[in-house]
């Protein structure tokens, strides 16, 4: 998956499972520890991407983006939630399917 306006290259071997994506850092700043960089992990039920994110949160994490859809649902909805650990760097958890 590719999005040559935003510089975004996504490889993967298929929907729901570990990829690497490259990018340009959202925030268009410098790239530096925790920005231009992201580890994602899949799980298997919304609930869980809810949980993580809420215990990262609690852990004394920070939101950078609660659990929501992203883009439209449907049989390959992305359901996600990122934050940022104790050290900065950026994390997500996601699953893609329908509800």
Not at 37 to 43: D, L, N, T, Y
Not at 72 to 84: P, S, T
């Amino acid at each position: 998956m590719s999005d040559d306006d935003n510089g975004f290259t996504l490889y993967a071997t298929g929907w729901g499972q570990p990829g690497i994506a490259v990018t340009r850092p959202y925030d268009g700043q410098p790239t530096h520890a925790g920005n231009g960089h992201m580890a994602a992990i899949v799980v298997d039920a919304r609930a869980k991407v809810d949980g993580v994110h809420a215990k990262a949160i609690a852990l004394g994490g920070t939101c950078e983006g609660p659990p929501g859809v992203r883009g439209d649902e449907g049989d390959q909805a992305f359901y996600a939630a990122c934050f940022r650990d104790l050290d900065g760097n950026k994390l997500c958890v996601f699953r893609i399917g329908p509800a």
